[in-house]
T-cell receptor, first 114, second 116 residues
Framework: SQTIHQWPATLVQPVGSPLSLECTVEGTSNPNLYWYRQAAGRGLQLLFYSVGIGQISSEVPQNLSASRPQDRQFILSSKKLLLSDSGFYLC?????????????FGPGTRLTVT | AQKITQTQPGMFVQEKEAVTLDCTYDTSDPSYGLFWYKQPSSGEMIFLIYQGSYDQQNATEGRYSLNFQKARKSANLVISASQLGDSAMYFCASSASTDSWGKLQFGAGTQVVVTP
């Protein structure tokens, strides 16, 4: 069966510090991968998605970047965090075929920028 | 572009009763998918149910059913026989045939509280 991992689970970082959040998927090949951010009490905002190694599409211009160095690894980064980067970050995967792209989410990382 | 609207920010429902969560969507795509997710206080998003725009019958998954009214562009979730563990945030989402990468557009969510 497929599983998706994210770490760390929680993170408190000062403004201006770098960020690296990691997501890995097990039990599937060539998944579509997604990064979402959820502000407190709000819906999910798609940040990045990837359909293959080294291929990244950005949905929202911002202070963040993403990379996919391996088929089942997705990394969210920032060189200098802003207060507005605080939120709950969710990684998700889906299969690459069909319209019923139900996405399966990881446990999330709660980021607080101080 | 797609847009998902969930007009109910929060709802209270008594245990064992049914509850309907509203979702309307706005899309010009010829075919699309509609999804519901549950987010408990732990934060993880749990996939509940899927409805394709060309599906003739409403989707059902256990106590969850999707009341799909294509002409009205609505995809309401019905939870029957509510349980305390159903207390969570519920999100409606859609995908589009014109987007081959499976991106989902989410609504703002509805907070459900089940009371004893």
């Amino acid at each position: 069966s497929q599983t998706i991992h994210q770490w760390p689970a929680t993170l408190v970082q000062p403004v201006g510090s770098p960020l690296s959040l990691e997501c890995t998927v097990e039990g599937t090949s060539n998944p579509n991968l997604y990064w979402y951010r959820q502000a407190a009490g709000r819906g999910l905002q798609l940040l990045f998605y990837s359909v293959g190694i080294g291929q990244i599409s950005s949905e929202v211009p911002q202070n963040l970047s993403a990379s996919r160095p391996q088929d089942r690894q997705f990394i969210l980064s920032s060189k200098k965090l802003l207060l507005s980067d605080s939120g709950f970050y969710l990684c998700a995967w889906s299969t690459a075929l069909g319209l019923s792209y139900e996405q399966y989410f990881g446990p999330g990382t709660r980021l607080t920028v101080t | 572009a797609q847009k998902i609207t969930q007009t109910q920010p929060g709802m209270f429902v008594q245990e064992k009763e049914a509850v309907t969560l509203d979702c309307t969507y706005d899309t010009s795509d010829p075919s699309y998918g509609l999804f519901w997710y549950k987010q408990p206080s732990s934060g993880e998003m749990i996939f509940l149910i899927y409805q394709g725009s060309y599906d003739q019958q409403n989707a059902t998954e256990g106590r969850y059913s999707l009341n799909f009214q294509k002409a009205r562009k609505s995809a309401n979730l019905v939870i029957s026989a509510s349980q305390l563990g159903d207390s969570a945030m519920y999100f409606c989402a859609s995908s589009a045939s014109t987007d081959s990468w499976g991106k989902l557009q989410f609504g703002a969510g509805t907070q459900v509280v089940v009371t004893p």
